[in-house]
């Protein structure tokens, strides 16, 4: 089943971290060029694929990380 809400627009969503894995995130952000906030959207995804988290049951926005994660074993 493919979601019916559009996967397209990101929500503001206020959540906290303690400074360290933000500043964490931000350097190794830096490392690559990618920013903090994408960095920190990249771990979500990571870890709920890893998880099993069905994201490419209700997305196929999503493949390129299935493809990556999997390469990567």
Partial sequence: MKAN????????????MEPLLLTA???EGNKI???RSKMIRYACIKLL?????PLN???NKFNDFYR???HNR
């Fill in 5 to 16: 809400f559009s996967d397209i627009i990101r929500v503001d969503y206020k959540g906290y």
């Fill in 25 to 27: 995130l931000e350097h």
């Fill in 33 to 35: 060029g990618i920013s």
């Fill in 49 to 53: 694929i890893e998880r099993k988290y």
């Fill in 57 to 59: 049951h209700i997305s």
């Fill in 68 to 70: 990556g994660i999997t």
